[in-house]
């Protein structure tokens, strides 16, 4: 497993950018899947966007075309640009990780951090 914190969250408005970061802590980064969730209050965690080891990405369709996952094996860490935010995107968004291919699309993660929150004004 590895460590994950996260950061980069804050308010802003309707049509703005925003990057998120996740840090990961131990030596096998990059033997790990990772991903982005957010969930809602009363809701239940919804998949946002993973990219594998190899670099291949996957997205949800509320946000295919608007953001983007990318990682940095060198520093560790993988990240979530964020443009044409709308309020919907609202929530707060957590980084996980894997080191089983499948659970991708199981949504089973085995490592999370503690979330940080997004919050977009309309």
């Known amino acids: 497993q590895v460590q994950l914190v996260e950061s980069g969250g804050g308010l802003v408005q309707a049509g703005d950018s925003l990057r998120l970061s996740c840090a990961a802590s131990g030596r096998t980064f990059n033997r790990h899947h990772m991903a982005w969730f957010r969930q809602t209050p009363g809701k239940e965690r919804e998949f946002v966007a993973a990219?594998?080891?190899?670099?291949?990405?996957y997205y949800a369709d509320s946000v295919k075309g608007r953001f983007t996952i990318s990682r940095d094996n060198v520093r560790n860490m993988v990240s979530l640009q964020m443009n044409s935010l709308k309020p919907d995107d609202t929530a707060v968004y957590y980084c996980?990780?894997?080191?089983?291919?499948?659970?991708?699309?199981?949504?089973?993660?085995?490592?999370w951090g503690q979330g940080t929150q997004v919050t977009v004004s309309s």
């Open positions: 990219i594998t080891t190899s670099a291949n990405t």
């Open positions: 996980a990780g894997t080191t089983t291919y499948s659970s991708i699309f199981s949504k089973d993660f085995s490592s």
